[in-house]
Protein backbone atom coordinates (compact mmCIF):
# COMPACT_ATOMS: atom_id res chain seq x y z
CA UNK A 1 0.00 0.00 0.00
CA UNK A 2 2.21 2.37 -1.18
CA UNK A 3 -0.78 5.50 -0.56
CA UNK A 4 0.28 5.25 3.11
CA UNK A 5 4.30 5.51 3.79
CA UNK A 6 6.19 4.86 6.91
CA UNK A 7 9.72 5.65 7.18
CA UNK A 8 11.54 3.76 8.67
CA UNK A 9 10.41 0.59 7.77
CA UNK A 10 13.25 -1.09 9.79
CA UNK A 11 14.88 0.08 13.52
CA UNK A 12 17.37 -1.25 16.00
CA UNK A 13 17.93 0.89 19.06
CA UNK A 14 19.58 1.02 22.33
CA UNK A 15 17.82 3.48 24.97
CA UNK A 16 17.64 6.18 22.66
CA UNK A 17 15.60 8.37 20.76
CA UNK A 18 13.91 8.14 17.70
CA UNK A 19 10.75 9.24 15.28
CA UNK A 20 8.64 7.62 13.17
CA UNK A 21 7.10 9.14 10.33
CA UNK A 22 4.00 8.56 8.14
CA UNK A 23 2.69 10.35 5.27
CA UNK A 24 -1.01 9.80 3.75
CA UNK A 25 -2.00 10.14 -0.10
CA UNK A 26 -5.39 9.58 0.41
CA UNK A 27 -7.36 12.62 1.58
CA UNK A 28 -8.21 11.43 4.87
CA UNK A 29 -9.45 12.86 7.77
CA UNK A 30 -8.44 10.85 10.47
CA UNK A 31 -5.00 9.00 11.75
CA UNK A 32 -3.64 6.66 13.78
CA UNK A 33 -0.53 4.85 15.48
CA UNK A 34 -1.27 1.48 16.22
CA UNK A 35 1.35 -0.83 17.90
CA UNK A 36 1.47 -4.66 17.10
CA UNK A 37 3.22 -7.04 19.02
CA UNK A 38 4.16 -10.79 17.56
CA UNK A 39 1.60 -12.42 16.94
CA UNK A 40 -1.38 -10.45 18.61
CA UNK A 41 -3.45 -7.81 17.11
CA UNK A 42 -3.09 -4.19 16.62
CA UNK A 43 -3.65 -2.12 19.50
CA UNK A 44 -4.68 1.48 18.90
CA UNK A 45 -2.33 4.40 20.79
CA UNK A 46 -3.81 7.28 19.34
CA UNK A 47 -6.08 8.62 17.24
CA UNK A 48 -6.37 11.85 15.64
CA UNK A 49 -9.65 12.85 14.20
CA UNK A 50 -9.36 16.61 12.21
CA UNK A 51 -6.34 17.39 13.91
CA UNK A 52 -8.02 16.54 17.60
CA UNK A 53 -6.09 14.37 19.39
CA UNK A 54 -7.37 10.80 21.36
CA UNK A 55 -5.00 8.83 23.31
CA UNK A 56 -4.99 5.40 24.40
CA UNK A 57 -4.43 6.07 28.62
CA UNK A 58 -2.33 3.09 28.69
CA UNK A 59 0.49 4.02 26.32
CA UNK A 60 3.61 5.20 28.17
CA UNK A 61 4.37 8.80 28.32
CA UNK A 62 7.76 8.68 27.04
CA UNK A 63 5.34 7.95 23.10
CA UNK A 64 4.27 11.30 21.97
CA UNK A 65 2.68 11.60 19.01
CA UNK A 66 2.27 14.64 16.55
CA UNK A 67 0.17 15.80 13.36
CA UNK A 68 2.18 18.83 11.72
CA UNK A 69 -1.13 18.62 9.11
CA UNK A 70 -3.93 16.53 8.24
CA UNK A 71 -1.92 14.20 5.62
CA UNK A 72 1.16 13.66 8.21
CA UNK A 73 1.43 11.81 10.99
CA UNK A 74 5.05 11.56 13.64
CA UNK A 75 5.43 9.21 16.51
CA UNK A 76 8.33 10.33 18.81
CA UNK A 77 9.92 8.23 21.05
CA UNK A 78 12.20 8.94 23.94
CA UNK A 79 14.51 6.09 25.97
CA UNK A 80 12.89 2.83 24.17
CA UNK A 81 12.18 0.14 25.97
CA UNK A 82 12.56 -3.77 25.29
CA UNK A 83 9.25 -3.92 26.01
CA UNK A 84 8.90 -1.65 23.32
CA UNK A 85 10.11 -4.23 20.15
CA UNK A 86 6.82 -4.42 17.68
CA UNK A 87 5.52 -3.13 14.61
CA UNK A 88 4.13 0.11 14.99
CA UNK A 89 1.18 1.25 12.45
CA UNK A 90 0.15 4.44 10.91
CA UNK A 91 -3.42 3.76 9.62
CA UNK A 92 -6.06 6.32 8.51
CA UNK A 93 -9.51 6.63 7.20
CA UNK A 94 -11.85 8.89 5.75
CA UNK A 95 -15.13 10.19 6.89
CA UNK A 96 -18.03 8.56 5.80
CA UNK A 97 -17.80 4.90 4.21
CA UNK A 98 -17.65 3.17 7.31
CA UNK A 99 -14.38 4.75 8.00
CA UNK A 100 -12.37 1.61 7.18
CA UNK A 101 -8.73 1.92 8.43
CA UNK A 102 -6.54 1.59 5.71
CA UNK A 103 -2.81 0.69 6.91
CA UNK A 104 0.79 1.46 6.02
CA UNK A 105 3.14 -1.41 6.07
CA UNK A 106 4.56 -0.62 9.49
CA UNK A 107 7.90 0.63 11.14
CA UNK A 108 9.26 -2.57 12.97
CA UNK A 109 11.23 -1.14 16.47
CA UNK A 110 13.88 -3.92 17.97
CA UNK A 111 14.87 -2.59 20.65
CA UNK A 112 18.24 -3.98 22.24
CA UNK B 1 -12.43 -10.15 28.87
CA UNK B 2 -11.56 -9.88 25.30
CA UNK B 3 -14.59 -8.11 23.74
CA UNK B 4 -14.04 -9.75 20.45
CA UNK B 5 -13.50 -13.46 20.18
CA UNK B 6 -12.65 -15.26 17.34
CA UNK B 7 -12.51 -18.64 16.56
CA UNK B 8 -10.69 -21.44 15.53
CA UNK B 9 -7.52 -19.66 16.63
CA UNK B 10 -5.78 -21.55 13.26
CA UNK B 11 -7.80 -23.43 10.82
CA UNK B 12 -6.04 -25.41 7.67
CA UNK B 13 -8.12 -26.09 4.67
CA UNK B 14 -7.08 -27.55 1.27
CA UNK B 15 -7.20 -25.35 -1.41
CA UNK B 16 -10.63 -25.42 -2.88
CA UNK B 17 -12.33 -26.12 -0.07
CA UNK B 18 -14.23 -23.54 2.42
CA UNK B 19 -13.19 -21.67 5.34
CA UNK B 20 -15.45 -20.45 8.20
CA UNK B 21 -14.07 -18.25 11.34
CA UNK B 22 -16.34 -16.91 13.91
CA UNK B 23 -16.07 -13.87 15.68
CA UNK B 24 -18.87 -13.36 19.04
CA UNK B 25 -19.00 -9.65 20.80
CA UNK B 26 -19.45 -9.16 24.24
CA UNK B 27 -20.43 -5.76 23.54
CA UNK B 28 -24.05 -4.80 22.53
CA UNK B 29 -22.83 -1.36 21.60
CA UNK B 30 -20.45 -2.52 18.54
CA UNK B 31 -22.58 -1.20 15.38
CA UNK B 32 -19.80 -1.53 12.83
CA UNK B 33 -17.91 -4.94 11.88
CA UNK B 34 -15.00 -4.98 9.75
CA UNK B 35 -12.49 -8.43 8.62
CA UNK B 36 -9.31 -7.81 7.69
CA UNK B 37 -6.80 -9.93 6.84
CA UNK B 38 -2.97 -9.93 7.36
CA UNK B 39 -0.39 -11.66 5.35
CA UNK B 40 2.92 -11.85 7.04
CA UNK B 41 5.31 -8.41 6.80
CA UNK B 42 2.13 -6.22 5.75
CA UNK B 43 -0.24 -4.11 7.41
CA UNK B 44 -3.67 -5.36 7.77
CA UNK B 45 -5.96 -4.98 5.14
CA UNK B 46 -9.90 -4.97 5.06
CA UNK B 47 -11.79 -7.33 3.32
CA UNK B 48 -15.36 -6.60 3.98
CA UNK B 49 -16.97 -4.52 6.51
CA UNK B 50 -21.02 -5.53 7.55
CA UNK B 51 -23.46 -3.24 9.61
CA UNK B 52 -26.67 -4.45 8.70
CA UNK B 53 -28.10 -8.20 9.92
CA UNK B 54 -27.41 -10.80 6.86
CA UNK B 55 -24.82 -12.06 4.34
CA UNK B 56 -22.87 -9.61 2.51
CA UNK B 57 -20.98 -10.88 -0.56
CA UNK B 58 -17.72 -10.20 -2.32
CA UNK B 59 -16.66 -12.15 -4.72
CA UNK B 60 -15.45 -15.83 -3.02
CA UNK B 61 -15.69 -13.66 0.50
CA UNK B 62 -19.13 -13.96 2.20
CA UNK B 63 -19.87 -12.26 5.74
CA UNK B 64 -23.00 -12.80 7.60
CA UNK B 65 -23.95 -10.50 10.81
CA UNK B 66 -26.52 -11.39 13.70
CA UNK B 67 -27.01 -8.04 15.82
CA UNK B 68 -28.72 -10.03 18.36
CA UNK B 69 -26.42 -12.67 18.65
CA UNK B 70 -23.50 -10.87 18.39
CA UNK B 71 -22.16 -13.15 15.59
CA UNK B 72 -20.17 -12.84 12.65
CA UNK B 73 -19.04 -14.77 10.64
CA UNK B 74 -16.30 -15.11 7.39
CA UNK B 75 -16.73 -17.58 4.98
CA UNK B 76 -14.24 -18.04 2.11
CA UNK B 77 -14.76 -20.16 -0.36
CA UNK B 78 -12.53 -22.22 -3.08
CA UNK B 79 -9.95 -21.44 -0.85
CA UNK B 80 -6.21 -20.03 -2.53
CA UNK B 81 -3.07 -20.36 -0.90
CA UNK B 82 -2.87 -16.84 -1.36
CA UNK B 83 -5.92 -17.11 1.53
CA UNK B 84 -3.01 -18.02 4.03
CA UNK B 85 -3.11 -15.30 6.30
CA UNK B 86 -3.72 -13.86 9.72
CA UNK B 87 -7.63 -12.59 9.96
CA UNK B 88 -9.01 -10.37 12.43
CA UNK B 89 -12.69 -9.59 13.28
CA UNK B 90 -12.85 -5.80 14.08
CA UNK B 91 -15.62 -3.90 15.60
CA UNK B 92 -16.63 0.04 16.50
CA UNK B 93 -19.37 1.52 18.63
CA UNK B 94 -19.00 4.69 16.41
CA UNK B 95 -18.70 5.92 12.91
CA UNK B 96 -15.27 7.53 14.45
CA UNK B 97 -13.29 5.85 16.69
CA UNK B 98 -11.37 2.95 18.46
CA UNK B 99 -11.52 -0.28 16.47
CA UNK B 100 -11.55 -2.93 18.39
CA UNK B 101 -9.47 -6.15 16.93
CA UNK B 102 -10.03 -9.85 18.56
CA UNK B 103 -6.89 -12.25 18.73
CA UNK B 104 -7.10 -13.36 15.29
CA UNK B 105 -7.70 -16.50 13.19
CA UNK B 106 -4.45 -17.80 11.60
CA UNK B 107 -5.09 -19.64 8.26
CA UNK B 108 -3.52 -22.22 5.99
CA UNK B 109 -4.65 -23.55 2.79
CA UNK B 110 -2.73 -26.24 1.43
CA UNK B 111 -2.17 -27.14 -2.39
Redesign the interface.
Given at each position: ?TK?TQSPRYLILGRANKSLECEQHLGHN?MYWYKQSA??????MF?Y?LKQL?R?ETVPSRFIPECPDSSKLLLHISAVDPEDSAVY?C?S?P?GS?????????SRLIVV | QQKVQQSPESLSVPEGGMASLNCTSSDRNFQ?F?W?RQHSG?????LM?I?SDGDKKEGRFTAHLNKASLHVSLHIRDSQPSDSA?Y?CAA?VQ?????T????TRLQVYA
Open positions: NIAEKPPELLNINFASRGNTLYFGEG | YWYEGPKASFLFRVVGQLFGRG
